[in-house]
């Protein structure tokens, strides 16, 4: 690829995203000869597509860049001989996030796109399709890197590796990057003067962090961010103090997709680890559910919001005049993912051995998981892949959750591969956001119904049910 130049594929291109990712590789036009970008949809994204794709074309003219932009619903005509690949689709599109969130809560249950029963669903949509994705590259482009954003990432990468038997895919997040800013921010310092280390699952995660002299300034930051009885609105206090006052939206959360409460100090503390913000969900469950039934009720939750916000960047995409990226696309859970992303391509390219947070293969990494297992860790980024660091082993409060999570996930791809109900039920029944028996089944079933055209591999199952 270094003489001919790079051919980059997003699938899911159409996605309110792409202009990060644009920026992400104009940004780092020096490293990377780039020489065309495939934009790939499906007939339901055609118009986002068009809008998006000329939004990218302005921003590379702008840029004084000679790349082609190609729009295309053909994905097998866009795979030829592709050197990466991204994914960064929706199926069943924003619709069917709303049902992940609203159909549980209606039970009083979490519903969350990527955790609890709504993530179980969106790794049973998404599963077939990657694996599909897969079959193509194999025969198109079996070179080719797969760099997998599509939620839940870590399940979706951990299918490609298992089921799909393709070892070039890395899942990639843009939680371990805030979680640096978060943590510096506890302690006055910037991100770029300390040294992370991050271990566990996508969205599901811990980190320890050391400051230039190599001094472990993991407790200190426990201490700054935890140190009241109820735990502190920490993240956004903390992001404030490393942020310009325009990167920072009054009333928002560090993360625009999670709500900001605090956790439990004594807990946090006992710990002795920095927890990422999705661990709201199982170490806070009362608060986070009070508050997404509050949403619920209103008609708010996090898929409705963002279906109202992407219709309005969808609005500004259209304005011929704009060839930059928005800034109201801040609104949106996925800040600097196009730096992950987008670095993430130019360390393999290069052989940057840049350190990254990835989802890859545990390899030892973790020793209270398999060695074949994907893991979110840590990693060195080569041009062979992600060298994952070693962390070791974690105390049983950390390591009896994660445990119990890797295996959820297991469970949960095998059901989303096989097609199988009763593993299906099996997967909900361990999942610590989803009450076990009849609850549970009601559901299920409720969303298997809802999901209908979207689960092929459960025909027989939904049938059965009815349907
Ligand atoms: C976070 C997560 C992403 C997720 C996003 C949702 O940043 O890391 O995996 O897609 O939030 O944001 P949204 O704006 O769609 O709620």
Known sequence: ?????????????????????????????????????????IEEGKEKL????????????????????????????????????????????LDARIKDERIPLSHGVMGQETNGA????????????????????????????????TNPAGMVTEAV?????????????????????????????????????????????????????????????????????????TALNNYKKTHEPDEVEEGGSAIKNIPDIGLLAEQVQDLGLIPCSYHSYYYITDDMLKEELESFAKGET?????????ADLFELYKDPGLSIKPPQLKKRGGAYYSDAACELVASIYNDKRTEMVVSTKNNGAISD???????????????????PLSWGSFKPAARGM????????LVTIEAAYTGSYAKALQAFTI?????SGRVARDILDELMVAHKMHLPQFADAIKKLGQ
């Open 118 to 149: 709504g993530g179980i669903f969106k790794a049973f949509r998404t599963i077939p399709v990657i694996l599909s994705i897969v079959e193509d590259m194999k025969e198109l482009c079996p070179d080719a890197w797969l760099i997998n954003f």
């Open 431 to 435: 999942n610590p956001l989803v009450p």
């Open 161 to 233: 590796m298992r089921y799909g038997k393709w070892d070039r895919v890395i899942g990639l997040c843009n939680v371990p990057i805030m979680s640096c800013k978060i943590a510096a921010g506890a302690i006055g310092a910037s991100d770029k003067d300390l040294f992370f280390k991050f271990a566990g699952l996508n969205h599901f995660h811990w980190h320890r962090v050391w400051n230039k002299d190599g001094v472990e300034v993991t407790g200190d930051i426990i201490k700054n961010a935890y140190s009241t009885p109820e735990g502190m609105p």
């Open 50 to 93: 068009d809008i998006v794709g000329n939004l990218a074309k302005r921003m590379v003219k702008a840029a004084g860049l000679d790349w082609e932009i190609h729009m295309t619903l053909d994905r097998r005509e866009a795979l030829k001989g592709a050197d990466f690949v991204s994914t960064q689709f929706r199926v069943g599109l």
């Open 1 to 41: 690829m270094k003489d001919k130049g790079i051919k980059i594929v997003a699938i899911g291109g159409g996605s309110s995203y792409t202009p990060e990712l644009i920026e992400g590789y104009i940004k780092r036009r020096a490293e990377l000869p780039i020489r065309e970008i495939w934009l790939v949809d």
């Open 402 to 409: 994660l445990q119990l999570m890797k295996n959820m996930e």
């Open 302 to 310: 996090r898929a409705e919001v963002v279906k109202r916000t992407e």
């Open 369 to 387: 998981l398999p060695d074949d297992v994907v893991v979110e860790v840590s990693s060195i980024i080569t041009r062979s892949g992600p060298m």
